[in-house]
């Protein structure tokens, strides 16, 4: 059986996709080792998969 690889209305593979989202961590989102807490990194993972591409009709909302 062959794989279909989903496209966008450009024609490229779902995998030419990119989404890059940056923060700043601030002493909010760290503990007392100085490190990120899990939450909130997670949170962040969450913020990036809901993110839409820009282009689409989520994203002109």
């Known amino acids: ?3 279909h690889l989903s496209t966008s ?3 490229k593979p779902t995998s030419y ?4 989202l940056s923060r700043i961590m601030t002493a909010v ?3 007392l080792y100085g490190t990120v807490h ?3 990194l ?6 990036v998969a809901g993110a839409p591409r ?3 009709a989520a994203a002109r909302r």
């Open 1 to 3: 059986m062959t794989e």
């Open 42 to 47: 997670m949170k962040f993972v969450d913020d």
């Open 17 to 20: 996709s990119r989404v890059t």
């Open 38 to 40: 899990g939450g909130v």
């Open 54 to 56: 820009p282009g689409t």
């Open 9 to 11: 209305s450009s024609g």
């Open 29 to 31: 989102d760290v503990n």
